[in-house]
């Protein structure tokens, strides 16, 4: 499994921006693709977006798309999450995950590594 720790969250108010970060070690990560995925209270859990390491290929989830924006870093093994236009249905516990999964856009249940989660509260 690969470690994932996420950093960056906190409270901003609606229309305002934040960057989430995550770390990745343990291993090799070329296969991989990474992801942000989101829970508010009450809700299931749901992914953000999602970034194939190797190529850089993205996806986002229609709530996000023009708004938010997955990145990552090869030299430094790093994953952000830039989130403009911020708005309070933003508000939920956002979570880096990784999948081994070199040709197909993985789902939910294939993300096998998991960040503790970082709290990203916005307010009107």
């Known amino acids: 499994q690969v470690q994932l720790v996420e950093s960056g969250g906190g409270s901003v108010q609606a229309g305002g921006s934040l960057r989430l970060s995550c770390a990745a070690s343990?291993?090799?990560?070329?296969?991989?693709?990474m992801a942000w995925f989101r829970q508010a209270p009450g809700k299931d859990r749901e992914v953000v977006g999602r970034?194939?390491?190797?190529?850089?290929?993205?996806t986002y989830a229609d709530s996000v798309k023009g708004r938010f924006t997955i990145s990552r870093d090869k030299a430094k093994n790093m994953v952000y999450l830039q989130m403009n236009s911020l708005t309070p249905e933003d508000t939920a516990i956002y979570y880096c995950?990784?999948?081994?999964?070199?040709?197909?856009?993985?789902?939910?249940?294939?993300?096998?590594?998991w960040g503790q989660g970082t709290q990203v509260t916005v307010s009107s």
């Open positions: 995950a990784a999948a081994n999964s070199p040709w197909t856009w993985p789902s939910l249940q294939d993300f096998d590594s």
């Open positions: 343990g291993r090799t990560i070329n296969n991989y693709v």
């Open positions: 970034i194939n390491w190797r190529g850089g290929m993205t």
